[in-house]
C-alpha cells in the first residue's frame, strides 16, 4: 500500500482542509445549518449525559479513587464529538476555530463566521436543553438518587465558582477541542478520526475544563432536581464566562496561532507541504539515486488531489 493512503495529512495540508471546510460551512443553506447545529447541542448532551451516569453511578468508587473515578466517566465524553464528526453535524467550538482561520485565510468572510457562530450557538443551545429536558429529565435516566445528587452536585460546582476560573477553564476546553479538530481532520480514515478527537477531549474532561454547550445539559439537569442559584447566575457566572472562554480558545489559540504559522503567507503552507510531501514520498532506487524530478512531480499532483478534497471536519 502507497505511504501516502496510511500516512496522516501533514500540518500544512490538514490546515488546508480547515480552511475548505469554513468554504464549505459558509455555504450551509439556512434550513441545513441550523438542523445540523441542533443535532450537534445534543449528540454533545449525550456525552455529558454518558459521563453523568458513569460517575454518578459510583459513588464507592468517587469515594475511594477519585481520579480513576474521573478518569472513567471522562472516557465517554466524547462519544458525542465523534457522532457530530461522522455526522457531519455543527457545533459552534469547533467552528471557533474552523470560520476564524479561513476567515483569515480571506476564503470566508466576517458575515458568514458571525452567521455560523450565532446561529450554531442558538441551535446546540436548543438541542443540548432539549436532550436535557426530554432525554434526561423526562425519561428518568438519572434514576438514583447517587446519579441524581451528582447532577446537582456537578452542576452548583460548575457555577458557584469565581468568574474568571469559569473564564480560563474555558479558554483549557476550548483550546483542546481545536485539537481534537486538528488531529481528526490530519486523519486519512474514520478510526484515526476517532482516535484524534477522543485523546484532546478525555483530556479536557478529566482536567475539569468547561465546554459552553455541553454546559446546557450538565448545568440545566442539575437545577431540574434542586439546585441552590437560580437561571440568572447561570447565565452570568457560568454561560457568559465559558463561551467567551471558548472562543478565546478555539479562535486565538488554534484559529489565529495556526493562521500566523501556516496561512498568513499563501506559499509558506504550500511551500511547506511540498517539502513534508516530498520528504515523505521521496524513495531511492536499487543503486541508490533519487527518483528524478518528474517522478516528484507525479507524486506532488496525487497529494494535491489527496487534500484538495474537502474532507469533513468536526
Known amino acids: 500500500m502507497d505511504a501516502h493512503k496510511i500516512d496522516a495529512h501533514s500540518a500544512p495540508e490538514t490546515h488546508q482542509l480547515i480552511a475548505d471546510a469554513g468554504v464549505a460551512k459558509a455555504k450551509l443553506p439556512w434550513i441545513d445549518l441550523i438542523i445540523k447545529a441542533f443535532l450537534g447541542g445534543a449528540f454533545i448532551a449525550l456525552g455529558g449525559l454518558f459521563d453523568l451516569v458513569v460517575a454518578g453511578g459510583s459513588p464507592g468508587l468517587r469515594e475511594s479513587n477519585p481520579a480513576l473515578a474521573t478518569l472513567i466517566a471522562a472516557f465517554t465524553f466524547p462519544i458525542g464529538f465523534v457522532l457530530i464528526l461522522l455526522t457531519n453535524v455543527e457545533l459552534v467550538t469547533s467552528n471557533f476555530f474552523t470560520m476564524t482561520y479561513s476567515t483569515l485565510m480571506r476564503k470566508t468572510t466576517l458575515y458568514d463566521l458571525a452567521r455560523n457562530w450565532i446561529v450554531c450557538y442558538i441551535f446546540n443551545i436548543a438541542g443540548a436543553l432539549f436532550f436535557a429536558g426530554i432525554l434526561t429529565w423526562w425519561s428518568d435516566t438519572l434514576s438514583s438518587d447517587a446519579q441524581s445528587s451528582y447532577a446537582v452536585t ?161
Open 154 to 314: 456537578g452542576a452548583e460546582g460548575r457555577v458557584n465558582v469565581n468568574w474568571g476560573y469559569n473564564f480560563t477553564r474555558g479558554i483549557g476546553c476550548n483550546w483542546l477541542v481545536g485539537l481534537a479538530l486538528f488531529l481528526s481532520t490530519s486523519g486519512r480514515d474514520n478510526t484515526s478520526k476517532i482516535y484524534g478527537i477522543w485523546i484532546p477531549i478525555w483530556a479536557f474532561v478529566a482536567l475539569g475544563y468547561q465546554h459552553s454547550i455541553a454546559n446546557y445539559l450538565l448545568v440545566p439537569i442539575g437545577m431540574f432536581y434542586g439546585t441552590n442559584f437560580g437561571v440568572g447566575k447561570f447565565i452570568w457566572a457560568s454561560c457568559i464566562p465559558v463561551t467567551l472562554g471558548n472562543i478565546v480558545g478555539g479562535a486565538f489559540f488554534c484559529g489565529f496561532v495556526f493562521w500566523l504559522l501556516y496561512g498568513r503567507e499563501p506559499s509558506m503552507s504550500n511551500e511547506a507541504g511540498q517539502q513534508l510531501g516530498g520528504d515523505k514520498r521521496a524513495h531511492r532506487d536499487a543503486t541508490g539515486e533519487r527518483k528524478s524530478n518528474s517522478d516528484d512531480t507525479l507524486s506532488g499532483n496525487r497529494m494535491r488531489n489527496t487534500y484538495g478534497r474537502n474532507d469533513d471536519a468536526v
